[in-house]
């Protein structure tokens, strides 16, 4: 049998020769995981040809903790620390995630090497059978609709004060078995490119649009985390950076990081980029919705490709490293997501989340 570690260090320079093996980690056990690293995979073998590719099924604390909110766990790794211990060990390459699942900061010696072209970021809502071809606005008072999410349950409660929000947990098959065979939940919100990369768009109801609810940072982008000093590795997985969503998700992810923001508060973005300029819009709430701040600015990010190597070469920006991203269009989306943040918090945007973050572990 071949050494497959030892194939997976061989040189790109040497693949003619031979077929090196790169490992490909699966973030869960989970069915939509396993649809995303297959299509992050599938793109790399259209790139490499002559590579292979084995993908390696682990889970993670946040697939296994399934009937306590994401919110209440209070673990900020919680969907990545068993795949970066793999990483560290050598026993993988490269790791699959949902990009709205990392920290701002990753743990040293650890790097996004790619982000995926986004897919929609949207929210959508899928309706119990029984109110198919409704809307939010066109449920009956007091229907019940089932949210894993803190940012979404206080938009929706302020725009759609009629109705109930309750926790739902549970991946997407479970979710939405839990709605279609009970009478729990007249409707639940989930990511429309969760359903969208299940092949289930026929289950959404309504797209919630920016003005309805702003989405999660990073929502919608997959990205592949490897080690911060493996070029070889990093090189390869940069071809599947999108400079668009690149920019889009440094602004955000500045932005969550400079509020000192996650899952237990309640904060939420918007972006565009169009003509060389990106848009940032980006809010906090309090966990009812009826406390807010929100705010848009915009920056240019027309900058052209500099083909110099240099020490900041591989320059992290809030845990992304792509060399192939204008530098300076990076820093622009970063101070823009810095500067944005800064806004809210000079007009209080510390307070509603303190209040939030001690309100939902009280709870």
Same mark, same amino acid.
């Given at each position: 049998?071949?050494?497959?570690?030892?194939?997976?260090?061989?040189?790109?320079?040497?693949?003619?020769?031979? /077929?090196?093996?790169?490992?490909?980690?699966?973030?869960?056990?989970?069915?939509?995981?396993?649809?995303?690293?297959?299509?992050?995979?599938?793109?790399?073998?259209?790139?490499?040809?002559?590579?292979?590719?084995?993908?390696?099924?682990?889970?993670?604390?946040?697939?296994?903790?399934?009937?306590?909110?994401?919110?209440?766990?209070?673990?900020?790794?919680?969907?990545?620390?068993?795949?970066?211990?793999?990483?560290?060990?050598?026993?993988?390459?490269?790791?699959?995630?949902?990009?709205?699942?990392?920290?701002?900061?990753?743990?040293?010696?650890?790097?996004?090497?790619?982000?995926?072209?986004?897919?929609?970021?949207?929210?959508?809502?899928?309706?119990?059978?029984?109110?198919?071809?409704?809307?939010?606005?066109?449920?009956?008072?007091?229907?019940?609709?089932?949210?894993?999410?803190? &940012?979404?349950?206080?938009?929706?409660?302020?725009?759609?004060?009629?109705?109930?929000?309750?926790?739902?947990?549970?991946?997407?098959?479970? &979710?939405?078995?839990?709605?279609?065979?009970?009478?729990?939940?007249?409707?639940?919100?989930?990511?429309?490119?969760?359903?969208?990369?299940?092949?289930?768009?026929?289950?959404?109801?309504?797209?919630?649009?920016?003005?309805? /609810?702003?989405?999660?940072?990073?929502?919608?982008?997959?990205?592949?985390?490897?080690?911060? =000093?493996?070029?070889?590795?990093?090189?390869?997985?940069?071809?599947?950076?999108?400079?668009?969503?690149?920019?889009?998700?440094?602004?955000?992810?500045?932005?969550? =990081?400079?509020?000192?923001?996650?899952?237990?508060?309640?904060?939420?973005?918007?972006?565009?980029?169009?003509?060389?300029?990106?848009?940032?819009?980006?809010?906090?709430?309090?966990?009812?919705?009826?406390?807010?701040?929100?705010?848009?600015?915009?920056?240019?990010?027309?900058?052209?490709?500099?083909?110099?190597?240099?020490?900041?070469?591989?320059?992290?920006?809030?845990?992304?490293?792509?060399?192939?991203?204008?530098?300076?269009?990076?820093?622009?989306?970063?101070?823009?997501?810095?500067?944005?943040?800064?806004?809210?918090?000079?007009?209080?945007?510390?307070?509603?989340?303190?209040?939030?973050?001690?309100?939902?572990?009280?709870?």
């Amino acid at each position: 049998m071949p050494d497959h570690r030892r194939m997976a260090k061989s040189s790109l320079a040497t693949v003619w020769m031979m /077929c090196s093996l790169y490992r490909a980690l699966l973030s869960a056990l989970l069915q939509l995981a396993r649809i995303q690293t297959d299509s992050v995979v599938e793109m790399l073998r259209e790139l490499y040809p002559n590579l292979c590719f084995e993908i390696v099924a682990m889970s993670t604390t946040g697939d296994k903790i399934l009937d306590t909110a994401l919110s209440k766990i209070g673990e900020k790794s919680l969907f990545t620390k068993e795949l970066e211990n793999a990483l560290e060990r050598n026993e993988v390459d490269l790791v699959v995630h949902s990009l709205k699942d990392l920290p701002t900061s990753l743990p040293p010696g650890f790097t996004i090497g790619a982000v995926c072209k986004r897919e929609n970021p949207l929210d959508a809502v899928v309706f119990h059978p029984k109110n198919c071809g409704k809307t939010l606005s066109l449920l009956p008072e007091k229907s019940v609709i089932g949210t894993s999410s803190l &940012r979404r349950a206080a938009q929706l409660k302020k725009k759609f004060p009629q109705l109930e929000f309750r926790d739902i947990r549970g991946n997407l098959n479970t &979710r939405l078995k839990k709605l279609d065979e009970k009478e729990d939940f007249s409707a639940i919100i989930l990511a429309a490119a969760g359903l969208k990369r299940m092949g289930w768009e026929n289950r959404i109801g309504q797209l919630l649009s920016p003005e309805d /609810c702003l989405y999660a940072v990073g929502q919608g982008a997959l990205a592949v985390e490897v080690r911060a =000093k493996d070029q070889e590795i990093l090189n390869m997985v940069s071809a599947l950076h999108d400079a668009d969503t690149v920019l889009r998700c440094i602004a955000e992810r500045a932005f969550m =990081k400079r509020l000192e923001g996650g899952c237990s508060v309640p904060v939420a973005v918007n972006t565009t980029l169009k003509d060389g300029q990106l848009y940032l819009t980006g809010a906090v709430y309090s966990l009812d919705g009826s406390d807010s701040l929100k705010e848009t600015m915009q920056t240019s990010v027309n900058y052209p490709q500099q083909n110099e190597d240099g020490p900041d070469d591989n320059v992290q920006r809030v845990g992304i490293t792509a060399k192939n991203v204008p530098g300076q269009a990076q820093e622009a989306a970063e101070n823009l997501g810095v500067e944005l943040a800064s806004l809210l918090l000079s007009k209080g945007a510390k307070h509603i989340l303190s209040v939030a973050r001690q309100l939902n572990d009280a709870r």
